[in-house]
DNA sequence: TTTTAGTTGTGAATGAATTCACAGGAAAAA
DNA sequence: TTTTTCCTGTGAATTCATTCACAACTAAAA
């Protein structure tokens, strides 16, 4: 960690919706690569360009957080790519567990995108007897009774959970009673926890189902983000 | 199908936003559950409060489509569900194929849900020489150069993307090409396609930096969401 | 030095999504 | 039959997100 990345931005006053902190992820994305282009500065209209976005949107979201930017110049790259690392929190180490070694758990464990923005997985927990104990990318999978106290020993702050829907709750029920505070939920179930703990969750079904919708609907009426 | 199902609803004149979308997989669901529970009718009131969310976007939500309810009653369980199948397309069998059986492809190919929502995958590719003939839940991965006329043979619908990203525009463009018009791209990259194309991107360490900004900022701000 | 071109940051305007509030209707109780 | 209770469907009001439009500032050219 740089000094740099250690500098607070203001915090915001106003609420920050999903959709912005959503953007600034795609944002952190181009300026990786506009960085790897040799942009030393980039304009909220290149940003926006590449993007589909409008360049007042751009700057709308950055300034909630800041002013980054020069006028007349645009934003320094690297510098801009850094503060945001600093504002989604990626430019420090999270450890992550996953619960669930089945066919997606596994596919989770081997996702290479998490280590590089720093979401460290070093714990796995399955309930299969045959499973436990063996070695899967180098982290052994423990026995998921073992899961409160291991959340704890490894300072564990997001959980994964790749499970049956039938054992998903009973999973976030742990995480939570063991100080958990965030969640990221594979299982096609909606999970209840309580209001100061974060859930994300990725419901496939509910992607194609979208898709489902759209194929059906397109030539009758008009869907967002089809301008 | 039922001939309940091929009844169309009305088309909507105004624009569907993606939350209304959403939350119709979402009452389907809990329909489900209800009907499994033996509810013949439901209110909005009490489907809002399975969802955490309000009696009114539920029916504003349903309005959109048509009047499914009584008033005084509430909504006939089972003939909803059905509805809102037939309004996300879902009560019909779509053809979806799967190009890269890699960990995440693998995991897809074996995931369940799918099936029970009416996508059928019937078809697998991949580049690797060594994957390429084997079987994978009773499908043959065939070579991905044959992708092309495959697509057309087996009247695919939806492709769904779990290649490595660097190829993944690549194999968007084959598709497009082939006149597919729903994507769901599981690849870490934005995915350029024609506006006629519907394109879903899941994109786990977005995500994970969801999360990562929430645990960050949960202190000093307000999240959406989390009232 | 002055002018021109370029770009940010932000209050105001607009547009979109959600919630309110109530007329209209259905069923059950009195 | 009449009254009471319950619930939908929807126009209006409100809240939230996006876009507009311009003052403030920078750099480079004239």
Not at 32 to 59: D, N, W
Not at 126 to 151: C, F, M, V, W, Y
Not at 160 to 186: E, M, R
């Amino acid at each position: 960690m740089t000094s740099e990345s250690s500098k607070k931005h203001p915090t915001p006053t106003r609420r920050i919706s999903e959709s912005t902190i959503h953007r600034l992820s795609v944002y952190y994305r181009q300026l990786a690569i506009l960085e790897s282009e040799g942009y030393h500065t980039v304009s909220s209209k290149e940003l926006a360009k590449r993007e589909k976005l409008t360049p007042a949107q751009v700057r709308k979201d950055l300034s909630f957080f800041g002013s980054f930017g020069t006028r007349g110049l645009g934003y320094p790259t690297t510098e801009l790519k850094q503060k945001i690392a600093n504002i989604l929190g990626i430019d420090k180490l999270w450890h992550v567990a996953l619960v669930g070694a089945g066919n997606i758990g596994s596919a989770l464990a081997s996702y290479k995108e998490f280590a590089k923005q720093g979401f460290e997985l070093n714990s796995i927990f399955d309930n299969d007897q045959r499973k436990i104990g063996s070695n899967h990318k180098g982290i052994t999978i423990s026995d998921i009774g073992t899961l409160p106290e291991a959340l704890k020993k490894h300072h564990i702050e997001i959980v994964v959970i790749a499970v049956p829907a039938s054992n998903a709750q009973k999973i976030a029920d742990i995480c939570v009673a063991t100080g958990i505070k965030a969640i990221l939920n594979f299982a096609p179930i909606n999970l209840k926890v309580p209001s100061d703990v974060v859930l994300r969750t990725v419901n496939m079904s509910m992607e194609m189902e979208y898709l489902s919708f759209y194929l059906c609907n397109r030539h009758n009426i008009d869907v967002p983000g089809k301008g």
